[in-house]
């Protein structure tokens, strides 16, 4: 089973920029979806995105459309999350999940990372 692990969250000022990453141990390829989540404290988990590793495709949610890109390094197994004008209500940890199902609920992805954690604030 393909263990996953985040890395790249820390402290960043509103308006600033961070990029998460996700390390794979094995293709992501073999996942028909990789996606984000985050969880603020006393929240529940949201999607912030997921990608079809068949074919690139992104979606993401309203909150961060615009604003954080999803990209790949399919070489190397990695997953990355840039996250551009970031708001403080984007504060939260934040997971990467893979599963065979495109969708923002989490209850459908069977593989989680441990997470990362995003504090924005000045």
């Known amino acids: 089973q393909v263990q996953l692990v985040e890395s790249g969250g820390g402290l960043v000022q509103p308006g600033g920029s961070l990029r998460l990453s996700c390390a794979a141990s094995e293709p992501t390829l073999n996942y028909y979806y990789i996606a984000w989540f985050r969880q603020a404290p006393g929240k529940e988990r949201e999607g912030v995105s997921f990608m079809s590793t068949r074919d690139g495709r992104n979606f993401y949610s309203d909150s961060v459309r615009g604003r954080f890109t999803v990209s790949r390094d399919n070489a190397k197994n990695m997953v990355y999350l840039s996250m551009n004008n970031v708001k403080p209500e984007d504060t939260g940890v934040y997971y990467c999940?893979?599963?065979?199902?495109?969708?923002?609920?989490?209850?459908?992805?069977?593989?989680w990372g441990q997470g990362t954690q995003v504090t924005v604030s000045s």
């Open positions: 999940a893979a599963g065979n199902i495109g969708s923002m609920t989490p209850r459908l992805y069977g593989i």
